[in-house]
């Protein structure tokens, strides 16, 4: 570039100030360029979570469909009798049902009756769930919401005549609570389905049909905070057009600044691309994973969709939910907790239970588990089990045990002279000391009122530790 001499001309500044300008231009338009995602994996992978998520930590998993009508076995009823058929689904229906009856003939039976979506919200905060995924559509294909392309498939149509999706997010939202919808891929018997499939997913009748128009739908009408997809496994993210759909909603859709997708989207993406990592269903890492992760888990251990013949054996207790939820944190991830909601739409009393008594816990130690971060060490497995979580330079210590001695050993944080140690729901600072042979920090534990004492896993909220 010329520099500016005696001979310069106006006419010659205000081309190099045009250029400049032009320039400016061409940098802002490469900026938002760049800032666009394209539909590849890596440019989808390298986008921020939306912080909320990890802050959220713990969510409340429902499976609610036309599987919750014969409420037996599990959610894939339908897949086990006439797809699998499995014998013992086929003696339930000889046995309760007149012949000739279909599985489509349980639809009517979906009432959703006693379906209160306020109660529902509200039974939810008090569990202390900082968001909640519904099934809006599960391998069945049914939709729990007037979808246009679900005719007489959906729970406008038959059922419930109601849109369960909106009027669940409708609630949720008055409680503060974030929205996420499950949406299934597949659907196992829907005909353009079956056709892709036969043709070795070369075809994308269904895709083009179906599963696209659906999430698009889905996400313009209700605004989502998480699309939870699955019935991924059986074709590649390609079939699905996955990556097309993923940069539509993170540069153009109307939740683009704070949707969350997990990381269910193709044969080979489960624990690989997408928003956060699900990986299996259950599935918990043992070192702290580098992206962030979820855990989904169900209530009833033996299904996610309502059964009518639970064993009280068969529910998670109390304390292997929060022993579950602490290890989770302390690992970095969010604890996504199943229930399955009754055909009515009543959530049985033992489930109502078990989300009231995580509310509890919750209201005294949240404070150790929402926003923060794991620490430098995960778990101790000494006297006691002990894990760990940390937040504005606190350290947070869940324990299981209380030790018979009232004086809680601790080897992984180093005390300093400004250390102090409190428990939550107490206001008093707990004394404490250095082990003269092998400097682990000994804790003198209170005396507990029986509410306290009734939590079995406590936590302290330890200051001025290295
Ligand atoms: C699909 O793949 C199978 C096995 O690879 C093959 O036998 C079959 O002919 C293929 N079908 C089509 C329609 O390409
Ligand atoms: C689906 O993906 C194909 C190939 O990547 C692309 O050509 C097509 O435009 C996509 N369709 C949609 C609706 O995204
Ligand atoms: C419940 O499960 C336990 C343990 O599996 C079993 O011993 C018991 O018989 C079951 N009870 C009923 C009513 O099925
Ligand atoms: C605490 O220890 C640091 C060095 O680790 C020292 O500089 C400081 O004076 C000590 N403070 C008190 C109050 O003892």
């Known amino acids: 570039m010329k520099s500016l001499g005696e001979e310069t001309t106006v006419a010659s500044m205000a081309a190099m100030v045009t250029s400049a300008a032009q320039r400016l231009l061409l940098i802002l338009l490469a900026a938002s360029a760049s800032a666009r995602y394209t539909p590849d994996w890596e440019s989808l992978d390298s986008r921020p979570l939306p912080s909320w998520f990890d802050e959220a930590k713990f969510g409340i998993f429902l499976h609610w469909g036309v599987y919750s009508v014969p409420a037996w076995g599990s959610e894939w009823f339908w897949w086990n009798w006439q797809g699998a058929h499995l014998p013992n689904y086929e003696i339930f229906m000889h046995s309760y049902y007149p012949p000739g009856f279909s599985y489509a003939d349980f639809a009517p039976q979906f009432r959703a009756k006693f379906f209160d979506p306020k109660l529902w919200a509200k039974l939810f905060k008090a569990a202390g769930a900082r968001y909640v995924v519904l099934t809006s559509k599960h391998h069945e294909g049914f939709t729990n919401w007037p979808s246009p392309t679900s005719w007489n498939w959906n729970s406008m149509d038959v059922g419930p005549h109601r849109d369960l999706v909106g009027e669940l997010g409708h609630f949720l939202r008055e409680e503060n609570i974030h929205y996420g919808l499950y949406h299934s891929l597949l659907e196992w018997f829907n005909p353009l389905y079956v056709l892709d499939k036969d043709n070795n997913f070369t075809t994308q009748n269904f895709v083009m049909a179906k599963a696209l128009p659906e999430l698009v739908d889905l996400v313009n009408k209700y605004k989502p ?14 079939y699905w057009n996955s990556t097309e759909f993923l940069a539509w909603l ?217």
């Open 225 to 238: 905070d998480l699309i939870w997809s699955d019935g991924e496994w059986e074709a590649p993210d390609t």
């Open 250 to 466: 993170y540069n153009d859709s109307p939740v683009k600044d704070k949707i969350v997708v997990n990381d269910r989207w193709g044969i080979d993406t489960g624990c690989k691309h997408g928003g956060y990592l699900n990986c299996k269903d259950k599935y918990k890492p043992k070192t702290v994973p580098e992206r962030k992760w979820e855990m989904c888990t169900t209530l009833d251990k033996m299904s996610w969709g309502y059964r009518e013949v639970m064993n009280n054996s068969d529910i998670l207790t109390y304390v292997e939910i929060i022993s579950d939820l602490v290890d989770v944190v302390s690992l970095g991830g969010n604890y996504l907790l199943n229930i399955g909601p009754t055909k009515d739409g009543v959530i049985i009393p033992i489930f109502q239970e078990r989300l009231l008594s995580v509310g509890r816990w919750l209201s005294i130690n949240g404070e150790g588990i929402y926003a923060s971060k794991p620490w430098r060490v995960q778990m101790e497995h000494t006297t006691s089990r002990l894990w760990f979580t940390t937040k504005q330079s606190a350290v947070y210590v869940f324990f299981a045990d209380w030790p018979m001695s009232g004086v809680l050993q601790l080897t992984s944080p180093v005390p300093t002279n400004m250390t102090t140690v409190m428990m939550l729901g107490i206001p008093e600072l707990l004394k404490w000391s250095e082990d003269s042979l092998d400097r682990s920090l000994l804790i003198y534990l209170p005396k507990l009122s029986p509410d306290l004492a009734d939590m079995k896993i406590w936590t302290l909220k330890l200051k001025g530790v290295e």
